[in-house]
């Protein structure tokens, strides 16, 4: 089976179409998405419906779980405070029924899918490096973890004794002997200098993953944006990829 997996649109419909284009041209059975469907970009509602009509598995992301009122706003910063604020005005009923029902985290075959780590899936931890990665590696009872959240694409992995190694994102086969924690990227916001959206394909007959980067719109993503009086850090931001 050939998965597709999309993480952090970030309510950027025009990276979100893209992605989905570029995704149906590789001839995948299911596209799964790993949360943070909304919050930052202008566009909540309609991101939302077309995760919900493309999408097999839906995870909740930390912004999510936030606009459904399960964790306050203090967490986040100022601009995504104030593009959480904006968001939950836009959402319908429907937006918050769809969402209601996305799962925290979900195993498939080979993988365990999550938003941002398999320790303590709803306390929303971050994972950069290798020494972070410890308890998520410790907390994980697949040899294979697809995640999201940093918005970097990143593969840490450990042999069997334990020794820990971090990688940029890139296309691999992986060894069947080691333990991987997969960062797919973010496709509405990515922060690795690389504006484009960014997504993973995961073979699981052939054991193979692979990055893929989609350009999109960004000018009228970002028109957008200002239109809707959202933060300007975040209107910026999506142009540069950080
Ligand atoms: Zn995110």
Redesign the pocket.
Known sequence: MKYALI??I?ANVEALTATLSDIDAQGVDRIHCL??VI??GADPSACLELVQERCDIKLL???EYTALGRQSTDLFNEAARLSAEWTVGQLSERDLEIMGAFELDRAIDQAYLV?ASPYRPDSWHYIFTTDEAHLAFKHLKKKLCFF????LPLILSQDADGNPRSRVGHSFEPDPDQTYLVNIG?V??PRDNDARASYVVFDDDAYEIAFHRVEYDIEKAQSKMTAAHLPEVLVSRIAVGR
Do not use: T, V
Request: charged share 10%; net charge negative; aromatic share 6%.
């Open positions: 993480s952090d970030h949360g943070d919050g930052y992301g930390n912004h938003h999201g959240h940093s918005h973010a509405g916001q």
